[in-house]
């Protein structure tokens, strides 16, 4: 039922770096954990990364470990994926999404596990 909010996609270089926003409605985000998970035309939607409700543990894909980072500012509402050094294979439609349930410890790689989305944010790197 929450309702989140994507920005910061746009059209890049490859080697580039870009950082996308998700804000969140209402006052229970800070007691969910989140997870970006992104999707390219014809191909299955993947995960990303994901963080825990508190930020002390992080997930990252093996595609985009080291290049990418999820963080949080519970002040804001809000949960962030830096992306640096692009690579054409990074373009989709990236989507941030909210835990399936508050307060859980585990970290999820699973699109079921995830019970609100985004509506998602064009990332398209150009080689």
């Known amino acids: 039922q929450m309702q989140l909010v994507e920005s910061g996609g746009r059209l890049v270089q490859a080697g580039d770096s870009l950082r996308l926003s998700c804000v969140a409605s209402?006052?229970?985000?800070?007691?969910?954990?989140m997870g970006w998970f992104r999707q390219a035309p014809g191909s299955e939607r993947e995960f990303v990364a994901s963080i825990t409700w508190s930020g002390r543990n992080t997930n990252h894909a093996e595609a985009v470990k080291g290049r990418f980072t999820i963080s949080r500012d519970n002040a804001l509402n809000t949960v962030y994926l830096q992306m640096n050094s692009l690579k054409p294979e990074d373009t989709g439609v990236y989507y941030c999404a909210a835990d399936k349930y508050a307060l859980r410890a585990a970290l999820f790689t699973r699109a079921a596990e995830f019970g609100s989305w985004g509506q998602g944010t064009q990332v398209t790197v150009s080689s």
């Open positions: 209402g006052r229970l985000f800070s007691r969910y954990g």
